[in-house]
Nanobody, 127 residues
Framework: QVRLVESGGGSVQAGGSLRLSCVAS????????MGWFRQAPGKEREGLAA????????YYTDSVKGRFTISQDNAKNTLYLQINSLKPEDTAMYYC????????????????????WGQGTQVTVSS
């Protein structure tokens, strides 16, 4: 079992930045996939970015490329999401997730591919 704990969310003005963190309760093998998702009220959970835990590949959904950056510190069992130029439409609950069945692949953005989830951290962006 792995517990994932997100932090770093908050209320910010449009144009601001946040860095979200996701700490895993134990060492994460290099053959897994970790991702960031978000869900706004009334909307489906959306895949934002993912990374092979071995550091081989990074994935982003087109809508966040250039503003969001995923990174990881394996020594700290921590996944990060740097979010710049925040917009009101970025307001959502942000979740990190872990997939232990394989590295990230063509369906990295699909929530059903992940078997561990954090509790989420809220990001609210005001105009």
């Amino acid at each position: 079992q792995v517990r994932l704990v997100e932090s770093g969310g908050g209320s910010v003005q449009a144009g601001g930045s946040l860095r979200l963190s996701c700490v895993a309760s134990r060492y994460i093998k290099s053959s897994y996939c970790m991702g960031w998702f978000r869900q706004a009220p009334g909307k489906e959970r959306e895949g934002l970015a993912a990374a092979d835990t071995g550091g081989r590949s990074l994935y982003y959904t087109d809508s966040v490329k250039g503003r969001f950056t995923i990174s990881q510190d394996n020594a700290k069992n921590t996944l990060y999401l740097q979010i710049n130029s925040l917009k009101p439409e970025d307001t959502a609950m942000y979740y990190c997730a872990l997939r232990t069945s394989a590295r990230c692949g063509g369906y990295w953005y699909t929530p059903a591919e992940y078997n561990y989830w954090g509790q989420g951290t809220q990001v609210t962006v005001s105009s």
